[in-house]
């Protein structure tokens, strides 16, 4: 067992963990360390709308607060991103709970059949996710990567100067099922979690936005809300 995943002492309990030696691009574009600063700042740009009730924002605060304390236990990532996930399927139970049948209220449905509900009753829609133009870039800007990588290895060419500048996403990446995909995927990652996995990686903050953006949409007009 790696010394850092044991028990701290109490010395060691706010000493930053050993793996969190990742760099950042500072404002003038030089590299410097990443600090617990920059964690903080990183989280917290994540805020749930107004109208969220307040035990699913009190239960996002505390998925945040396991984030920003990975910087102390780099595994907190994992139980970070677990806890996220649990304070989506709350939310999400909140909402929709008005619509479910008898059935459903006495064994609720899990987290894929209620972001379907959600999307199919009209909570949730692709056009209003704050991210989907940024992902339709990614989307054409990795086409891009993969053609030019191929032509490389046709070409047998060992170097190339690539411009990302002038790649836009095509009508097909902006109307991608996001939503659908959500729904199928984001499950089993959070199924990974539930039933136990070594699985450690600190790149969770896109299942912060996803989670932010989701639960902002179903809570940002409550004036119907169950």
């Not at 990588?149 to 060419?157: H, N």
């Not at 990302?164 to 109307?175: G, I, K």
């Amino acid at each position: 067992m790696d010394t850092e995943d044991k028990l701290r002492t109490a010395v060691q309990a706010l000493q930053p963990d050993s793996r969190m030696m990742s760099r950042i691009s500072a404002d003038d574009g030089t590299i410097r360390n990443r600090t617990l600063e920059d964690q903080y700042e990183i989280i917290s740009r994540f805020v749930l709308v107004a109208t969220t009730p307040e035990s699913v924002r009190v239960h996002f605060e505390t998925a945040k607060n396991l984030y920003l304390y990975a910087w102390f236990v780099y595994r907190f990532y994992m139980v970070a991103e677990h806890y996220v996930f649990s304070t989506l399927e709350m939310a999400l139970r909140g909402r929709l709970h008005a619509h479910f049948t008898q059935k459903q209220i006495k064994r609720p449905p899990g987290l894929a059949e209620l972001l379907s509900m959600a999307a199919t009753l009209g909570y949730l829609d692709n056009a209003k996710l704050p991210s989907r133009e940024a992902r339709a870039l990614e989307m054409a800007q990795n086409r891009f990567s993969h053609e030019i990588t191929a032509r490389m290895m046709r070409d047998g060419v060992t170097s190339m100067t690539v411009d990302y500048s002038s790649v836009q996403p095509t009508e097909e990446d902006l109307a991608f099922d996001w939503i659908g995909h959500f729904a199928a995927h984001l499950p089993l990652q959070r199924n990974m979690h539930a039933h136990g996995s070594d699985h450690l990686y600190p790149n969770v903050l896109w299942t912060f936005e996803i989670v932010a953006e989701l639960i902002n949409q179903l809570y940002e007009d409550t004036k119907d809300a169950p």
